[in-house]
C-alpha cells in the first residue's frame, strides 16, 4: 500500500518538530509547516491526503484551514488539534469538514485510531458514491426504456385511429407494413394473407435496404411466387406468434434465387397471425435487421397488439362493405317496391276520384275491378284498410279536421267538421276546398277575419307546419254562429312524402268555446281589479296578459308589455332564481318582497303572490301585486332617524359625562386648593422659623465647632425636606390648575384656545396609560389660537391619544404633529401600531363599532369626535396600514362661526 502523505500545521516548533519525527517513524510521509499560510503554499505545490492541523494559530486558524482545503479538494481529510478542548470549537471544525478533533498533547495511537475511522468513511463514502452512480446509471436506462414503450403506445393509439379511418382494405393492407415499421421501430415488414390455402405476400417495407432487394420483391408480388419460409405456415396453422432470433441461414429464400449478403440475411424476426373475428386470415412478420437492440417481451406484445389493430381494422372494412352491400340490395329492393307502390297509388288516386263521382260510376268501377287479378284484389283490400284506418283516426280527433291534395281538393273529413258546421262534409270528397269555403264562410260572425286567416294559412307553404300561439288563439278565436254558437281555432299544415314533396294540406278547427270563456273571465276580474296583476305563461315565461294598474305602475302601455319575459324584470337576478325554484317546487308563491325595473330603468319595491293555474288548455303564472315603495321608504327614514337619535343620545350622553367630570374636576381641586393652602402657609412659616433658628443656634454654638458642624449637617436635611415639600405643593397646584383647564367648565360657548395647551393636557391625563412603552414625539408648529369649543376639542384629543395607545400593545411611538395651511388648522396622531383593516375602515366613524376586544373599546369614541369636528365645520380624515400604523387628521378652521 502507498504510504500516506500528511500536511501537519503547527505552530508551536517543539511539538511540530517531535510529532513529525513520530509520524515519519510509523510510515508516514509527512510535510510541515509553521502557520496556515505556509500550509496553503505548500498544499498547493504538493497535495497531501491527510491534513494535521493546529485549531488555535495565530493569523490564519485552524477552521480556516479547513474551510478553504476542503473546498480545494473535497476528498482531503482533515484532522484538527487544541490543548484547549473547547467543544464548541470542534463542532464548529466539523461542520466546515473536519472529520475528527484530536486534543493535545498528541497521541500517535489516538492520531492512528482517528486516521484509521476517517479512511473507512471515506471509502464507505466512495463505495455509496459509486453505487449510486451504478443505480442513476439503472435508473436511465430503465427510463429510457419507459420512454421507448410509452412512444411506441403513443404511436399504436394514433395508428388505430388512423386505421379506423380507412374504407379500402387493399389501401389499408398496402400501408400497413410502413405504419409497423415506423412507429414500432422495425427494419423490415411482411404482410402476408391466406388465399385458396395459400400464403401470399401482398405488402413489404424494406426501410434500409437496398433498390435492388426492393425490387425483387416487388416481382415476387406481382408475380405470387414469394417463397414462404417454414414459420409463417405454421404461425398462420397454429394462430399463434413465433419468435426466431440469431438466425444464420435461410435456405428456401437462397434456392429461390433471394441471394442474401451477411448484412442482408435476417438477424432475428417475429411472426404473428391477423385475425378476423378471432380466425387467421394472415400473417405480420417483422424484422430487427440493423437495428441495435434486442426485442423485448413487451416488444412482441405490442406487435401482437398492432396485428390485433389490422385485424380489427380489416373486419371493420368488411363489415362496412358487406353492411353496405346489404344497403344497396335493400335500397334497390325498396326502390322496386317504391315504383310499384307509386303505381298503384295513382292507380288508387284515380280509382278514388271515380268513386266519388256517384253510385253508377262507383259500380261501374266495381265491376270494372272485380275483373282485375287477385292481386288488384288485395291491392284494394289494402288501400280500403289504409283508408279506414285513416277515417277511424280523423273521427277519433275532438278537431273538425279537412284534408285537400295539392290540386285542392277535399280527399277527406271527420265528422266533428260536419257538426261544427252543420254540413255533410262527405258531399263535397273531391270537391275544391274553395267552393266548401264559399259555403261556410256565411256561418262565421266575421267572414273577413276567416278569409283572412285561411289566406295567411295559404302563404306560409314553405313551413312545414303552424306554430301554436295560445294567446292568439285566444285573440284571433273565430266565432261560429250557426248551427250552434261557439269559438274555434284553426290550423294549418302542409303535408311531405318521405321525399319531402308536398302531397297536400291539413285544415283543423278546434273548439276552444270553453276555454275562450274562462279566459274572458280571468280577463275580466283582472281588468276591473285595481290591483297590478299579470299572466304569464309556464314554458317561456312571456306575458300573455297585464291590466292597466301594473302597466302605470311600471310605466308602459298594456300592449307593449304583452310578450315580454316577466323575470327580465327583476332589479336582483337572485330573486328571479328564488321564484323560479319556488314555483318549481311548490307551483305557489306568497308575499315575496323584490324590486322590480320600470320603463325608466328605476328599481321599485313591489310584494307578490304567484300561482301556477291551467288558462285554456296551458299552464300559466297568475301573479298579484303591490306597490310598496313608500312603505320602503318610510322604513328607511324610520331607521335613518334612530341611527339620528342614537348619535344625539350618545353625544348627550358624553356631555353629560363631561359636564359631571367638570364638576367633579373642580370639586376635588377645590378639596386638594385648601389642604395644599394650608400646607404652603405652614411650610412658608417653617421656613422663617428655621432661618431665624440657624441664626440663633450658630450665636450659641460659636465656639463649638464640632457642635456646630453637626447642626450644620441636621440643617442642610431640613433644608432639602423643604425644598422637597416646596417642589410638590406646587406641582400639586400644576396638575390642579390643569384638570380645571381640561374641564373647562366655564367655556361652553365659543373661546379662544391654544390647541397644543389642549393637546399636553390631553399627554398628562394619559401619561399613566402610557407608562414607559410608549414613546411621544411633538412636532408642534406655529399656529394661533383659535375660536372654538375648547372642552370638546380637549375631549378629541383625548380620545384620540388614548386610541392611539391601545392600538400599540406592545412598544411604539406616537408623532403629534401640527401646521397652519390656509384658513386650517392641520393636526395629526400618527401610531406604529397594529393598523385598521381596509374593510373596517370605512365604519370606524360608526356609533358603537369597534375593531378592539371585549372590554378595550364601546365604539362610542370615534363617532364622538367625528361630531365634533361637525360641530367645528372640520373634517377628520385616516390612513392605515395593517402592522405599520395608523395617522388621524384633525382640521380645524381658524375663523370658525356659528
Given at each position: 500500500?502507498?504510504p500516506?502523505?500528511?500536511?501537519y500545521?503547527e505552530?508551536?516548533d517543539?511539538q511540530?518538530?517531535s510529532f513529525?519525527?513520530i509520524?515519519r517513524?510509523?510510515?508516514?510521509i509527512?510535510t510541515a509547516a509553521?502557520?496556515?499560510?505556509?500550509?496553503?503554499?505548500?498544499?498547493?505545490?504538493?497535495?497531501s491526503?491527510?491534513i494535521l492541523?493546529d485549531?488555535?494559530m495565530?493569523?490564519i486558524?485552524?477552521?480556516?484551514v479547513?474551510?478553504k482545503?476542503?473546498?480545494?479538494n473535497p476528498q482531503v481529510?482533515?484532522?484538527?488539534?487544541?490543548a484547549?478542548?473547547?467543544?464548541k470549537?470542534a463542532m464548529?471544525a466539523?461542520?466546515?469538514?473536519?472529520y475528527d478533533?484530536?486534543t493535545?498533547?498528541l497521541h500517535i495511537?489516538?492520531?492512528?485510531?482517528?486516521l484509521?475511522?476517517?479512511?473507512?468513511q471515506?471509502?464507505?463514502?466512495?463505495e455509496i458514491h459509486?453505487?449510486?452512480s451504478g443505480?442513476?446509471e439503472m435508473?436511465?436506462?430503465?427510463?429510457?426504456?419507459?420512454?421507448?414503450?410509452?412512444?411506441?403506445l403513443?404511436a399504436?393509439n394514433?395508428l388505430s385511429?388512423?386505421l379506423?379511418k380507412?374504407r379500402?382494405e387493399d389501401e389499408l393492407?398496402?400501408?400497413?407494413p410502413e405504419l409497423l415499421?415506423k412507429?414500432?421501430d422495425f427494419?423490415?415488414s411482411l404482410?402476408l394473407?391466406?388465399n385458396?390455402g395459400?400464403l401470399?405476400?401482398r405488402s413489404?417495407?424494406?426501410?434500409?435496404?437496398s433498390?435492388?432487394?426492393n425490387?425483387?420483391?416487388?416481382r415476387y408480388?406481382k408475380?405470387?411466387?414469394?417463397?414462404v419460409?417454414q414459420?409463417?405456415?405454421q404461425?398462420?396453422k397454429?394462430n399463434?406468434?413465433?419468435?426466431?432470433k440469431n438466425?444464420k441461414?435461410?435456405r428456401?429464400w437462397?434456392i429461390?434465387s433471394?441471394v442474401l449478403?451477411?448484412?442482408?440475411?435476417p438477424?432475428s424476426?417475429?411472426l404473428t397471425?391477423i385475425?378476423?373475428?378471432n380466425?387467421?386470415?394472415?400473417?405480420l412478420a417483422?424484422?430487427l435487421q440493423y437495428?441495435p437492440?434486442?426485442?423485448e417481451?413487451q416488444?412482441?406484445?405490442?406487435f401482437?397488439?398492432?396485428?390485433n389493430?389490422?385485424?380489427?381494422?380489416?373486419?371493420?372494412i368488411r363489415?362496412?362493405?358487406?353492411l353496405?352491400r346489404?344497403?344497396?340490395?335493400r335500397?334497390?329492393s325498396?326502390?322496386?317496391v317504391y315504383?310499384?307502390?307509386?303505381?298503384?297509388?295513382r292507380?288508387l288516386?284515380k280509382t278514388?276520384?271515380?268513386l266519388?263521382?256517384?253510385?253508377?260510376?262507383?259500380?261501374?268501377?266495381?265491376e270494372?275491378l272485380?275483373?282485375k287479378?287477385e292481386e288488384?284484389?288485395d291491392?284494394?283490400s289494402?288501400l280500403?284498410?289504409?283508408?279506414?284506418?285513416?277515417?277511424?283516426?280523423?273521427?277519433?280527433s275532438l278537431?273538425g279536421?279537412?284534408?285537400?291534395?295539392?290540386d285542392?281538393?277535399?280527399?277527406?273529413?271527420?265528422?266533428?267538421?260536419?257538426?261544427f258546421f252543420?254540413v255533410?262534409?262527405g258531399k263535397?270528397?273531391q270537391?275544391?276546398?274553395k267552393?266548401f269555403?264559399?259555403?261556410i264562410?256565411?256561418k262565421?260572425?266575421?267572414?273577413k277575419?276567416?278569409?283572412?286567416?285561411?289566406?295567411?294559412?295559404?302563404?306560409?307553404e314553405?313551413?312545414?307546419?303552424?306554430?301554436?300561439?295560445h294567446?292568439a288563439?285566444f285573440?284571433d278565436?273565430l266565432?261560429v254562429?250557426?248551427?250552434?254558437?261557439?269559438y274555434l281555432?284553426?290550423y294549418?299544415?302542409i303535408?311531405?312524402?318521405?321525399?319531402?314533396?308536398?302531397?297536400g294540406?291539413?285544415?283543423?278547427y278546434?273548439?276552444?268555446t270553453k276555454?275562450k270563456?274562462?279566459?274572458?273571465?280571468?280577463?275580466a276580474i283582472i281588468?276591473?281589479?285595481?290591483?297590478?296583476?299579470?299572466?304569464?305563461?309556464?314554458?317561456?315565461d312571456k306575458?300573455l296578459f297585464?291590466n292597466k294598474?301594473?302597466a302605470d305602475?311600471?310605466?308602459?302601455?298594456v300592449?307593449d308589455?304583452?310578450?315580454?319575459v316577466?323575470?327580465d324584470?327583476?332589479?336582483t337576478?337572485?330573486?328571479r332564481?328564488?321564484?323560479?325554484t319556488?314555483l318549481?317546487k311548490?307551483g305557489?308563491?306568497k308575499?315575496?318582497?323584490?324590486?322590480?325595473?320600470?320603463?325608466t330603468g328605476e328599481?321599485i319595491?313591489?310584494?307578490?303572490?304567484?300561482?301556477?293555474?291551467?288558462i285554456?288548455s296551458?299552464?300559466?303564472?297568475?301573479?298579484a301585486?303591490?306597490?310598496?315603495?313608500?312603505?320602503k321608504?318610510a322604513?328607511d327614514?324610520l331607521?335613518l332617524a334612530?341611527i339620528?337619535?342614537?348619535?344625539?343620545?350618545?353625544?348627550?350622553?358624553q356631555s353629560?359625562?363631561?359636564?359631571?367630570l367638570?364638576?367633579?374636576?373642580a370639586?376635588?381641586?377645590h378639596?386638594i386648593?385648601?389642604?395644599?393652602?394650608a400646607v404652603?402657609s405652614?411650610?412658608n412659616?417653617?421656613m422663617r422659623?428655621?432661618?431665624?433658628?440657624?441664626t440663633e443656634f450658630?450665636?450659641l454654638?460659636?465656639?463649638?465647632?464640632d457642635v456646630?458642624?453637626?447642626?450644620?449637617?441636621?440643617?442642610q436635611?431640613?433644608?432639602?425636606a423643604?425644598?422637597?415639600?416646596?417642589i410638590?405643593?406646587e406641582?400639586?397646584?400644576?396638575?390642579v390648575k390643569?384638570?380645571?383647564?381640561?374641564a373647562r367648565?366655564d367655556?361652553a360657548?365659543l373661546q379662544?384656545?391654544?390647541?397644543h395647551?389642549g393637546i399636553?393636557q390631553?399627554?398628562m391625563l394619559?401619561?399613566?396609560?402610557?407608562g414607559n412603552?410608549?414613546r411621544v414625539v411633538?412636532k408642534f408648529?406655529?399656529?394661533?389660537k383659535?375660536?372654538c369649543?375648547p372642552?370638546?376639542l380637549?375631549?378629541l384629543?383625548l380620545?384620540?391619544?388614548?386610541?392611539s395607545?391601545?392600538?400599540m400593545?406592545?412598544?411604539g411611538?406616537?408623532?403629534?404633529?401640527?401646521?397652519?395651511?390656509g384658513?386650517?388648522?392641520h393636526i395629526?396622531f400618527?401610531?406604529?401600531g397594529i393598523?385598521?383593516?381596509?374593510?373596517?375602515l370605512?365604519?370606524?366613524?360608526?356609533?358603537?363599532?369597534t375593531?378592539?376586544?371585549v372590554?378595550?373599546?364601546?365604539?362610542l369614541g370615534?363617532?364622538i369626535?367625528?361630531?365634533i369636528?361637525?360641530?367645528?365645520?372640520?373634517?377628520?380624515?385616516?390612513?392605515?396600514?395593517?402592522?405599520?400604523?395608523?395617522?388621524f387628521?384633525?382640521?380645524?378652521?381658524?375663523n370658525?362661526?356659528?
Amino acid at each position: 500500500m502507498k504510504p500516506l502523505k500528511i500536511l501537519y500545521i503547527e505552530d508551536d516548533d517543539s511539538q511540530r518538530i517531535s510529532f513529525a519525527k513520530i509520524l515519519r517513524k510509523n510510515g508516514y510521509i509527512v510535510t510541515a509547516a509553521s502557520s496556515g499560510k505556509k500550509g496553503f503554499k505548500k498544499f498547493s505545490k504538493s497535495p497531501s491526503d491527510i491534513i494535521l492541523c493546529d485549531l488555535n494559530m495565530p493569523g490564519i486558524d485552524g477552521i480556516q484551514v479547513v474551510k478553504k482545503l476542503k473546498k480545494e479538494n473535497p476528498q482531503v481529510i482533515c484532522i484538527v488539534t487544541s490543548a484547549h478542548g473547547s467543544i464548541k470549537s470542534a463542532m464548529k471544525a466539523i461542520e466546515h469538514g473536519a472529520y475528527d478533533f484530536i486534543t493535545k498533547p498528541l497521541h500517535i495511537e489516538e492520531f492512528n485510531s482517528s486516521l484509521k475511522r476517517a479512511l473507512e468513511q471515506k471509502k464507505l463514502q466512495e463505495e455509496i458514491h459509486d453505487y449510486a452512480s451504478g443505480l442513476e446509471e439503472m435508473v436511465k436506462k430503465r427510463t429510457e426504456k419507459l420512454n421507448y414503450a410509452n412512444k411506441q403506445l403513443t404511436a399504436l393509439n394514433k395508428l388505430s385511429n388512423r386505421l379506423s379511418k380507412f374504407r379500402n382494405e387493399d389501401e389499408l393492407i398496402n400501408i400497413v407494413p410502413e405504419l409497423l415499421t415506423k412507429s414500432l421501430d422495425f427494419d423490415r415488414s411482411l404482410l402476408l394473407l391466406e388465399n385458396d390455402g395459400k400464403l401470399m405476400l401482398r405488402s413489404f417495407y424494406f426501410l434500409h435496404d437496398s433498390k435492388k432487394m426492393n425490387k425483387i420483391v416487388k416481382r415476387y408480388i406481382k408475380e405470387g411466387n414469394f417463397p414462404v419460409i417454414q414459420p409463417m405456415p405454421q404461425c398462420f396453422k397454429e394462430n399463434r406468434t413465433i419468435f426466431k432470433k440469431n438466425i444464420k441461414r435461410i435456405r428456401s429464400w437462397e434456392i429461390n434465387s433471394i441471394v442474401l449478403s451477411k448484412r442482408e440475411l435476417p438477424s432475428s424476426f417475429v411472426l404473428t397471425p391477423i385475425r378476423v373475428k378471432n380466425k387467421p386470415i394472415g400473417v405480420l412478420a417483422g424484422n430487427l435487421q440493423y437495428h441495435p437492440r434486442e426485442l423485448e417481451h413487451q416488444d412482441i406484445v405490442r406487435f401482437e397488439t398492432f396485428a390485433n389493430i389490422v385485424g380489427l381494422s380489416i373486419d371493420k372494412i368488411r363489415g362496412y362493405h358487406n353492411l353496405e352491400r346489404k344497403v344497396k340490395e335493400r335500397t334497390r329492393s325498396l326502390h322496386t317496391v317504391y315504383i310499384e307502390l307509386k303505381k298503384k297509388a295513382r292507380q288508387l288516386e284515380k280509382t278514388t276520384i271515380d268513386l266519388a263521382e256517384g253510385n253508377i260510376q262507383l259500380l261501374a268501377v266495381k265491376e270494372i275491378l272485380e275483373e282485375k287479378n287477385e292481386e288488384m284484389q288485395d291491392i284494394l283490400s289494402e288501400l280500403s284498410q289504409r283508408k279506414n284506418e285513416l277515417q277511424s283516426l280523423l273521427d277519433s280527433s275532438l278537431s273538425g279536421i279537412l284534408m285537400v291534395n295539392t290540386d285542392g281538393k277535399i280527399v277527406a273529413a271527420n265528422q266533428v267538421f260536419s257538426e261544427f258546421f252543420g254540413v255533410d262534409a262527405g258531399k263535397f270528397i273531391q270537391k275544391n276546398i274553395k267552393e266548401f269555403n264559399k259555403k261556410i264562410r256565411l256561418k262565421f260572425a266575421f267572414p273577413k277575419l276567416f278569409n283572412e286567416k285561411v289566406r295567411s294559412f295559404l302563404k306560409s307553404e314553405k313551413d312545414h307546419s303552424v306554430h301554436v300561439d295560445h294567446a292568439a288563439m285566444f285573440r284571433d278565436a273565430l266565432e261560429v254562429l250557426k248551427p250552434v254558437h261557439r269559438y274555434l281555432s284553426l290550423y294549418s299544415s302542409i303535408v311531405h312524402d318521405r321525399n319531402d314533396k308536398i302531397v297536400g294540406r291539413v285544415w283543423a278547427y278546434t273548439d276552444i268555446t270553453k276555454e275562450k270563456e274562462s279566459d274572458e273571465q280571468v280577463h275580466a276580474i283582472i281588468e276591473v281589479s285595481p290591483l297590478p296583476f299579470v299572466i304569464s305563461r309556464v314554458y317561456d315565461d312571456k306575458i300573455l296578459f297585464a291590466n292597466k294598474p301594473l302597466a302605470d305602475l311600471l310605466g308602459y302601455k298594456v300592449e307593449d308589455l304583452v310578450g315580454k319575459v316577466a323575470p327580465d324584470f327583476y332589479y336582483t337576478p337572485e330573486d328571479r332564481e328564488i321564484v323560479l325554484t319556488a314555483l318549481k317546487k311548490d307551483g305557489f308563491l306568497k308575499n315575496f318582497e323584490t324590486q322590480v325595473i320600470t320603463s325608466t330603468g328605476e328599481p321599485i319595491w313591489m310584494i307578490f303572490s304567484l300561482v301556477i293555474t291551467r288558462i285554456g288548455s296551458e299552464s300559466a303564472i297568475v301573479g298579484a301585486l303591490y306597490d310598496i315603495s313608500e312603505y320602503k321608504a318610510a322604513l328607511d327614514k324610520l331607521a335613518l332617524a334612530n341611527i339620528e337619535i342614537k348619535e344625539a343620545q350618545t353625544q348627550l350622553v358624553q356631555s353629560e359625562k363631561m359636564a359631571s367630570l367638570g364638576m367633579l374636576v373642580a370639586g376635588v381641586a377645590h378639596e386638594i386648593n385648601n389642604p395644599i393652602g394650608a400646607v404652603r402657609s405652614m411650610h412658608n412659616t417653617s421656613m422663617r422659623a428655621m432661618e431665624k433658628l440657624k441664626t440663633e443656634f450658630s450665636k450659641l454654638v460659636v465656639n463649638d465647632t464640632d457642635v456646630a458642624k453637626e447642626a450644620k449637617r441636621i440643617f442642610q436635611i431640613i433644608d432639602d425636606a423643604n425644598e422637597v415639600i416646596d417642589i410638590g405643593t406646587e406641582k400639586v397646584g400644576l396638575i390642579v390648575k390643569q384638570l380645571k383647564s381640561f374641564a373647562r367648565l366655564d367655556e361652553a360657548d365659543l373661546q379662544k384656545a391654544d390647541i397644543h395647551e389642549g393637546i399636553i393636557q390631553a399627554l398628562m391625563l394619559s401619561r399613566h396609560e402610557m407608562g414607559n412603552r410608549i414613546r411621544v414625539v411633538k412636532k408642534f408648529g406655529d399656529v394661533p389660537k383659535i375660536r372654538c369649543y375648547p372642552a370638546k376639542l380637549n375631549q378629541l384629543y383625548l380620545n384620540m391619544i388614548i386610541n392611539s395607545i391601545q392600538a400599540m400593545p406592545a412598544k411604539g411611538t406616537l408623532t403629534i404633529s401640527s401646521r397652519l395651511i390656509g384658513n386650517n388648522i392641520h393636526i395629526k396622531f400618527a401610531d406604529t401600531g397594529i393598523g385598521i383593516p381596509k374593510d373596517k375602515l370605512e365604519k370606524i366613524f360608526d356609533p358603537g363599532y369597534t375593531t378592539k376586544g371585549v372590554g378595550v373599546g364601546t365604539g362610542l369614541g370615534l363617532s364622538i369626535c367625528y361630531k365634533i369636528m361637525q360641530e367645528h365645520n372640520g373634517e377628520i380624515r385616516v390612513k392605515s396600514k395593517l402592522n405599520k400604523g395608523t395617522t388621524f387628521e384633525i382640521i380645524i378652521p381658524t375663523n370658525l362661526k356659528v
